[in-house]
């Protein structure tokens, strides 16, 4: 159901427990959007309340981030680390690259 509704463009909240406190939810709430169209990206900052110059940061496997980003052994499992995201991907994904050419990267391992 999440992969098509965001096949289909769409942003997709997911709560899990009760309202944590604090900036982020650490993975309680989450708001996911595919990172085309670049409208994605928009939608997703007036959502959350954010300035145009916080890009909203991708998720992908470890094994994905070692064909995205440099360093290719990236392994950022808290979101903790800007990576720059390789010239030939920027067009893919224009909704998660910086103006700099960075990525806020978040690597899973499953």
Request: proline share 8%.
């Amino acid at each position: 159901l999440v992969g098509r509704l965001l096949a289909e463009g769409r942003l997709v909240a997911v709560v899990r427990g009760r309202d944590p406190i604090g900036y982020t939810g650490l993975g309680r709430r989450t708001v996911y959007a595919t990172p085309q169209p670049l409208i994605n990206k928009q939608r997703l900052l007036k959502i959350s309340g954010r300035s145009w110059f916080e890009t909203p940061s991708a998720v992908t496997t470890v094994q994905g981030a070692a064909t995205l980003v440099a360093p290719a052994d990236l392994a950022s499992p808290y979101g903790s680390f800007m990576a720059q995201l390789l010239p030939e991907h920027r067009p893919l994904l224009p909704g998660a690259v910086h103006y700099d050419g960075t990525i806020h990267l978040q690597t899973v391992s499953r």
